[in-house]
């Protein structure tokens, strides 16, 4: 498209979403200036994605939160986590029965001096830590006392531990804000319910 | 005459019994009678003399499971301590939520729309909310008596200001009909024989300051040790309850009293005697009703669908016994000692008209994590189904309802109840400490 047919197409939006670009991105070339209206025209997808607060710290997208953190490793930490990594081949099946997660990585960063620890999951930040301390205590503290400072799952310090090092998300896409891992749980079942019923009915 | 609901002490007490408050260990009498105050410090050492005076008044848990004619409880909020004149370093040291107060916490507690502190009734959501005043009696005489008494001590203190008292009785049944507060958890420590089905004892530091927790540590004591030790927590929450709109849904919903009883026991998981659905599921059995050893005498093992107790049901959202959840949950970390009383009279099953009349549930939640557990409570549990696979459906009885809700009951095939609307409505509320006796008298001496 001929930049002149993008300047046509970009008055096209609303003058209100129109100066909301041009004031933020008044040097950007009309191309990216027509994505962005483009954007912020479609109110439904913009509503349906909206990001709110995951609740103490970090962005939520319907029902799915962000957490990122950038952990001190201990001296040797970075060696002792690769050992359990590499033991279970990076695999940490397990952590299925969280239940709220989502997906989860482990990265090493500045000379294994550093741990990046990134995860989504379902609802807030706050509800399921304390669950966390009395159901899977040995696994927390296992893997994360090779964070420096790390003061025990148990300790009442853990939170605001966590939150010191967390770096909440400047921008977040969920593609279905709303599906839960237990919604997802229970639309598989449903699904194979139906392709069973189908495979029956032949 | 004793409540046959009163459970028993059979073993010996490793707990201060004697410096704990009553509310905590002592049960309800039925009927009972009392009256919840809400009182404002504006001077400094009048609330220290009112602690002073009080401080003889209050009633500790010592010798819990025998009949007293009457007694009194007392409970701080954050921003009564600071009216107190507390030290900062005191202040700092408790939790930040409860520093905040419930007003202030109304997204965590899901408290939007109807149910917002805007729209709270005076005093709730307003920083001159100090100090909680109840008394519990087991007949009117000594209810009227008890309250006599520290009216006597409040009028003789000024600088201490009454902003609201609200009476309340009932004969253990709360204004929907059904018998309520008889489920609570065992506390070790407290001498308590566990009932069947009531579970393991769980440690006294869920529900008392100072004492080792589920985790194996106490959980945070606020400062001085004096002060926080054999303390606990205190969740108030006033409700109106909308029995008629109750009444209605029912009636909209189902042809006969035979059917609206059992959609109404679907909602709640209970009969209206208390017999729980799981151990009578096609109809009330009173005599389970009115066995302590029964009525709580069951476990969701046999149920995992909910074709008897729905997941959904409002005990089973606040009590999953043994229900599997698709979120790492320790329900043991999740108990919460009730306290709950109800006010105005019940309306009957058949009134589907609104009369106007004040009448609903003083929600009272205990415990060391109590503030916690009911902010986690209110956006898990009562305003979500997440955690039991069931969507966005949120608690039938105690939840603040969308437009176009609705209420699945499990069955083949499945039965979805249109139009659920909120059955109670939230007329205000705060976080409370609830100190120990002898942090009374610390406080009312400093």
């Given at each position: 498209m001929s930049e002149n047919a993008l300047h046509a197409k970009f008055q096209q939006f609303p003058e209100v979403v129109r100066e909301k670009v041009d004031a933020a991105l008044s040097d950007a070339k009309i191309a990216l200036k027509l994505r962005a209206a483009e954007i912020l025209a479609d109110k439904e997808e913009m509503a349906e994605h909206a990001v709110t607060t995951a609740g103490r710290i970090g962005a939520k997208s319907g029902e799915v939160s962000e957490l990122t953190t950038i952990l001190p490793l201990k001296p040797n930490g970075a060696e002792r986590l690769r050992k359990f990594f590499g033991l279970v081949g990076g695999n940490l099946a397990g952590a299925g029965q969280v239940g709220t997660l989502h997906n989860m990585r482990f990265v090493f960063l500045d000379n294994d001096t550093k741990l990046l620890f990134a995860t989504a999951f379902d609802g807030e930040w706050d509800p399921y830590i304390d669950d966390f301390a009395t159901k899977i205590p040995e696994f927390m503290d296992y893997l994360f006392s090779n964070v420096e400072g790390w003061p025990g799952i148990t300790s009442p310090d853990v939170k605001d531990f966590i939150v010191k090092y967390q770096i909440p998300a400047e921008a977040w896409f969920v593609a279905h804000p709303n599906l839960t891992v237990a919604e997802g749980h229970r639309l598989k079942r449903q699904e194979a319910a139906v392709q069973r019923f189908l495979s029956d009915l032949n | 005459m004793p409540s046959p609901l009163f459970r028993r002490l059979r073993r010996p007490p490793t707990l201060d019994l004697d410096d704990i408050q009553a509310t905590l260990l002592r049960a309800r009498p039925e009927p009972y009678f009392g009256t919840h105050a809400i009182l404002e410090i504006t001077e400094p050492a009048a609330g220290r003399e009112l602690l002073r005076r009080l401080a003889p008044r209050v009633t500790s848990a010592a010798r819990w499971d025998e009949p007293q004619p009457s007694w009194l409880a007392l409970a701080i909020s954050y921003q009564g301590l600071v009216a107190l004149g507390l030290p900062e370093t005191s202040l700092a040291s408790f939790p930040a939520n409860f520093r905040a107060g419930m007003a202030a916490r109304a997204e965590r507690l899901r408290d939007t729309g109807v149910n917002a502190p805007e729209r709270w009734e005076f005093p709730f959501g307003t920083p001159r909310v100090h100090v909680a005043v109840t008394v519990f009696a087991a007949s009117e005489d000594d209810w009227r008596?008890?309250?006599?008494?520290?009216?006597?001590?409040?009028?003789?203190?000024?600088?201490?200001?009454?902003?609201s008292h609200q009476d309340f009785a009932a004969d253990g049944f709360n204004v929907f009909g059904y018998r309520d507060g008889f489920s609570q958890p065992v506390v070790e420590g407290s001498g308590a024989e566990p009932l069947p089905g009531d579970g393991r004892p769980i440690k006294a530091g869920e529900f008392v300051l100072g004492y080792p927790s589920e985790t194996g540590v106490p959980l945070p004591v606020p400062a001085p040790d004096v002060l926080g030790r054999n303390g606990t927590y205190v969740v108030f929450r006033k409700y109106h309850s909308h029995v008629a709109a109750f009444n209605k849904w029912l009636h909209d919903n189902a042809s006969t009293e035979a059917e609206r009883e059992l959609l109404a026991a679907k909602l709640v998981g209970r009969w209206r005697s208390g017999a729980p659905l799981a151990l009578t599921p096609e109809r009330d059995n009173p005599a389970i009703g009115e066995d302590p050893n029964r009525i709580n005498d069951f476990d969701y093992s046999a149920d995992p669908r909910g074709l008897r107790t729905p997941l959904g049901s409002h005990i089973r959202r606040m009590n999953p016994r043994d229900t599997k959840l698709t979120v790492l949950t320790d329900v043991n970390i999740r108990r919460i000692i009730r306290r709950g009383t109800s006010y105005g009279t019940p309306l009957p099953p058949d009134r589907v008209k609104d009369d106007r009349k004040p009448r609903g549930l003083d929600f009272i939640a205990l415990g060391a994590r109590a503030i916690d557990n009911v902010e986690f409570l209110q956006s898990e549990w009562v305003g979500s189904g997440n955690f039991m696979g069931l969507g966005k459906e949120k608690?039938?009885?105690?939840?603040?309802?969308?437009?176009?809700?609705?209420?699945?009951?499990?069955?083949?095939?499945?039965?979805r109840v249109q139009n659920i609307q909120s059955f109670n409505t939230l007329l205000g509320g705060e976080y409370f400490f609830m100190p120990s006796l002898s942090a009374i008298r610390w406080l009312g001496s400093n």
């Open positions: - | 008596a008890e309250v006599a008494a520290y009216e006597k001590e409040l009028g003789e203190v000024p600088g201490v200001r009454l902003l608690d039938p009885m105690i939840s603040l309802q969308d437009k176009g809700a609705y209420f699945t009951v499990p069955g083949t095939p499945p039965r």
